[in-house]
Structure formats: structure tokens, C-alpha cells
């Protein structure tokens, strides 16, 4: 594993910086050496430091994944807002299994939970730009509990908080299907315990992930109406490799099966000793959840049965035959819809 | 592989009769040699032969799938009915890739069409039992494939029919998760192309297969709600090594697959020229097609959608969290469901 694969590069995602974290403790107990968070922003810092938007990525995403979502004269304006897009540990950028020497390489690389994140994050804002309140923290899937996991974690620091698509704690259910997505990798003999020479000599693990991936990250109305029509794809063949096989298989095998397990063990009720309904009891952010129909991974039931429970929570649901996907914006209409949450989040 | 797996004996699933149809000539151009048809029979057929329901399996199953459903007072009461259970083709039982010999034997069995099916179990209706009108045909996921099958491709012998979680044409989001199960069993180098030792050579492939079952087959609120226990498992990880690997493991991996490639190329349509419209509109019986809700194989929005291009059908829904294996009938209510299903339907 080369220390920066063909993929992680800033030739494909643009700049990044880097919060040097040291010898970094881990809520395992382990310790992760040298540890580095990436991390990219938008926008200036206003003199009051009462600007600032913190938008972590999903699983498989980096820093870059959610700059699409900000641009001037829309409702996340860099010329308004100081916009920090944190990386996470394993996205290929911050320390990951894929950028890590020994005794931490590949297969030897820690297990690492939200919170470890969320604390890495927390020294970037307090320390790095000393903010005291992010105005917004919004992320979609696994930036969905980054944003839970910190609005639980520093309720005075976040003043509104919108999920999309994700959940505090994860479901037994999302746990098994994010765990079998991992064994999907790893069932390639090339993933070798993961001390492969090269990301790419797993290829077939990648390929047989992403099959999964396109049976559970869609639907079935989806697939019927042949909607990978409307973004260019002459076949159903020709959308499952051109989109899903062509969207992971440069990605490293390691970093996605560490962001994986990271996923399925997210659980804000590790705050309170396993104790959900007093975690999320203590969100003192205006929470808007956000959920997308036909969402095979965060079906909208899982999400309002935790918006119940959030003091001052409200639901939005999004039509979209995108599902688990109409985050990508790959229409104007969800697009717009995702605009206009924002917008109406931000107005009060 | 030996020509009687264990699982496949008398003993696991009863006396099975045999229907010989000698070489059988396939929609697909080819030939089956020797071909074989098992099936059970139970009630006895009466002299005007006007008692008869048909009642073939799901994917993965045997004559003996079904019986549990037939039983003294229940609607489908042997006193009355003359019940059958026909086989299909790579049960196990009727001509498979774990008992025929070559050149047809394993790796090398034919593919075969829900329709090929179809036209053995018309055989053994009119020449072994010369029916010529049945009461009911009924059968759940692959057996509602079959259901839709009959009562397109002969539509005055079909008087009442009613499919269960099934389609009569597959759709793509099903077909490329069966796909995805078929593969899943296949990325075990000991497949070998279905030419194995024995089935059990196979294991670590029927495990994959399994953990893609136990994610797709059942419904977060299922795993959440832990209902796995009503069923006397005590954890999640028991549940899914003692109910999921314990169900498929026995089985025997080409069958499973060549029963799976039945299902995803399931389509009444090719009775009609790809024109599923007036494939449906063909339908005479009367159709009562039934939904189980939460069910990611076949969701009712799929189900709703074809009943309405059947001229005379009806759409029931059968609210369970055991979603597409409500059919499993695990709990009272579930039995009650689908026997109130039946004694509604048989009473007109």
C-alpha cells in the first residue's frame, strides 16, 4: 500500500490541510500514533466567530465529497458563512489504514469510533479556529452521526443540527447490512487479512461490494423506471459498472472496511451509558432529521423514531427515487429540496 | 455430488411420487434428459375432479414446503380438497443439478424457465390426474411466480388464484439482488463452477449466501424489535448462525443457484411477446395477489402495481415484521392471516 494512493490525492479532491493531533488516545483505549486530521474550509471566519458551519462527509467520502453542497447565493454561501468540511479517520486523507507506517499499517490499523472523530474535530474548531459555536452541523449517512454524535457529545456548541439520512445510534439491522458489505471485501483472498500489495489487486472484492451496494443503496422503483437513464447510462449493465463498480473500485479496500466498522458501531448512547433516550435527551441544538423515502439503510421509520426523542427535533422527509443516494443531487428537484431545508434551517 | 444429498432424502421431507416425462424439451431450445417431476398429493381427488388446488413451492424448497399450510378444518382441508404439491425443477427431488447425470449432471444442468416448470406441472395435472379446471393455484415468492405462470399460460384451467410476495414478472431491482445471492455462493473458489466434492464443500459460500439472506430477507424494525426471540434465540449473532446458516447449509449450492436463475428471468410476459399488459389482461381467474408488508423482495408497491393490470383481482396486505417470510408463519397471528386468506377466497 503505496502511502498515498492514485485516488487520495489533491489532484482528485482538491487541497487539504492537516491538524497534526499527535499520539492520539482512543475511546478503545488504544492509542493511534501520529495522528492527522484532514480538513477543508470555505468562506472567512468572521471577527465574532459566529459563522461557522461544520459539514462532515459520509462513509467513502472525503473533505471534498460535500463542497457541491456550497456556493454563493445559496443557502450554504461561502461569502456568508465559514464552511468546514472535517475529514474523518480512514477516509484516505486523515490518518487511515491506506497513509498509516507500522505499527499501525493496513490490516494493523485501530478500530476507530465516531467519537474518536468527533473529538478530532472539536480540537479543530476549539483549538485550530477557537469557535465556540458552530451555527450549523449538518451531514448526510455518516456525516448524519457525526452530526448526532456531536450534538449529543458538545450540546453548547451546536446551535442547529440536520441530519440527512442517518441515525444516532445504528440499527441491529444497518449493523448486519454495513457488516456484510465488509465481508464483501474481505472475501477476495487478494484482501489477505489487509497487507495487500496494492488497493487495485483487490479488485474483485471491490467489485462484488459494490454489487451489493447497488441492491441495497437504491430501489426497486429505481431500477424499474430506469432512471440511470436520466444521468446517461444506456443499460442496466452499463449502470451497475459505469456507476457503482466505477465509484469504488479505485477507493482503498482498508479504508472502507475501517470507515465500515466505524459506521456500525455508531452510538450516541455510549455517552450515556447505553442509555439512548437520556444521549439524545441532552441535544439542546434545534434539530431538523431528514429522511429519504425508499431508503433501504435509514429507512424514515428508524429516523422518527429517534426524532421522537430529541427535545426540540422536527422530521422533514424527502421524496426522491434515489433513496439512500438523493444526497448526489443527481436531479434539480433534490437538489432543491436539500437547498431549501437549509435555507429554512438557517432562517431561524 | 453424491445423487442423494442427505438433505434431499425421504426421510427430511417425506414420500415423494415421481412423474417420468422422459426427454423434455425446454423453452430455451434445449433438452432435459431423462426428466423427472416429484411431487405429494394429499386429500383425494373426487369422481367429478372439481376438488383440485395446486399449490407449488418457493425457491430453496420441496413438495413439503407447503404442507404445513393443509391440514383437517383449516381451509385447505384434505377431507375436502385434493391438494398437490408439485415439484419444480432443481428442488432436489425433480431433475436437478445434485441428481442428474452427465453430460447434464452439476455444473453442466440446463438453465430452466419458470414456464418449463409450468408445463411438467401441466402434465402431471391432465395426464396423470385428468383435471381439467383447478379450484386454486397458490404459492408464495417463486411459487407465486408459478401461480402468475399458470394462470397466463392457461388461463381456463386456473378458477381462483392466489400468489403470495411474488410477481408474475421479476423485476430488475429483484433481479439483481437474486443475482447478487447467486454470486454470493459462487465467489467461493470451492464452487468450481458447480463442480464440487460434495454440497458441504461449499460452506463457506451457502455462509455468504445466507448473511445476503439475513439482511434482505427480513426488516430493520424485525432486528430492532429483537423478534428473533420470540423463536427462542437468545442473541442476534445465535439468530442469524442458528436460523439464516442453519437453513441454507444443508442445501446443495447448484440447486440453490439454478433455482435462483429461475426465479430472476421469472417473466408471464414472455407468453406474450414482452407485452406484460396483455400478458395480465389474458388472466381469467380470479386473482387475489398479497403483499406482505416490509417485505424488500417483493414490495407491495411492486405487488399493487400488476394487480392492476389483472382484469379481475384484488390486493390484500398482511401486516407483519417477519416481512417477506411472513409466509414462514412463525407466529399464531400470521397463520391466522393467511388461513383467513384462503377461507375468504375459496368461499366464492
Given amino acids: 500500500m503505496g502511502l498515498q494512493d492514485n485516488h487520495y490525492s489533491e489532484e482528485n479532491h482538491g487541497h487539504h490541510e492537516y491538524l497534526d493531533l499527535g499520539d492520539f488516545p ?24 459566529d459563522n461557522a458551519i461544520l459539514f462532515p462527509h ?36 486523515s490518518s487511515s489504514p491506506s497513509n498509516t507506517k507500522a505499527p499501525q499499517d493496513a490490516g494493523n490499523f485501530p478500530n476507530i469510533m465516531i467519537g474518536d472523530d468527533v473529538i478530532a474535530q472539536h480540537e479543530l ?42 441515525t444516532a445510534k445504528t440499527t441491529p439491522h444497518d449493523y448486519i447490512f454495513v457488516r456484510s458489505h465488509e465481508n464483501a471485501i474481505k472475501s477476495d483472498p487478494a484482501w489477505a487479512e489487509g497487507f495487500y500489495g496494492k488497493a487495485t489487486d483487490v479488485h474483485v ?77 441532552r441535544i439542546t441544538a434545534k434539530v431538523t432529521a431528514v429522511a429519504f423515502a425508499n431508503d433501504m439503510f435509514f429507512p424514515p421509520s428508524d429516523i422518527v423514531e429517534e426524532v421522537s426523542k430529541i427535545p426540540n427535533a422536527e422530521y422533514r422527509l424527502v421524496e ?21 431545508i437549509f435555507t429554512e434551517v438557517l432562517s431561524t
Avoid at 500514533?33 to 480538513?39: E, Q, R
Avoid at 445559496?74 to 480512514?90: C, E, M, S
Avoid at 443516494?325 to 436539500?338: G, L, R, S, V, Y
Wanted: negative net charge; glycine residues 8%; hydrophobic residues 40%.
Fill in 26 to 49: 482512543l475511546i478503545s483505549g488504544e492509542v493511534l500514533l501520529n495522528a492527522k486530521l484532514a480538513y477543508k474550509t470555505l468562506g472567512a471566519l468572521s471577527d465574532k466567530k
Fill in 58 to 93: 459520509m462513509w467513502s467520502g472525503t473533505s471534498a465529497s460535500m463542497e457541491s453542497f456550497v456556493g454563493p447565493g445559496r443557502p450554504l454561501d461561502p461569502d456568508k458563512y465559514f464552511i468546514i468540511f472535517p475529514g474523518q479517520f480512514a477516509n484516505g486523507f
Fill in 125 to 166: 474548531i476549539t483549538k485550530v479556529f477557537g469557535i465556540s459555536e458552530l451555527q450549523l452541523v449538518t451531514g448526510w449517512s455518516m456525516g448524519a452521526e457525526q452530526t448526532y454524535e456531536w450534538a449529543v457529545r458538545y450540546p453548547s456548541m451546536v446551535k442547529r443540527a440536520v441530519p440527512f439520512a442517518g
Fill in 205 to 281: 472484492g471491490l467489485r462484488r461490494h459494490a454489487e451489493t451496494w447497488s441492491v441495497m443503496g437504491l430501489c426497486s422503483e429505481f431500477y424499474k423506471q430506469e432512471i440511470w437513464r436520466e444521468i446517461g447510462f444506456g443499460s442496466l449493465d452499463e449502470f451497475l459498472v459505469g456507476f457503482w463498480e466505477a465509484y469504488f473500485k479505485p477507493m482503498d479496500p482498508n479504508n472502507l472496511i475501517w470507515m465500515a466498522w466505524k459506521w456500525r458501531h455508531g452510538d450516541v448512547s455510549l455517552n450515556s451509558k447505553n442509555n439512548l433516550d437520556e444521549a439524545l435527551g
Fill in 320 to 340: 426522491s427515487l434515489w433513496a439512500h443516494f438523493t444526497m448526489f443531487c443527481m436531479n434539480e428537484k433534490d437538489k432543491k429540496a436539500i437547498d431549501d
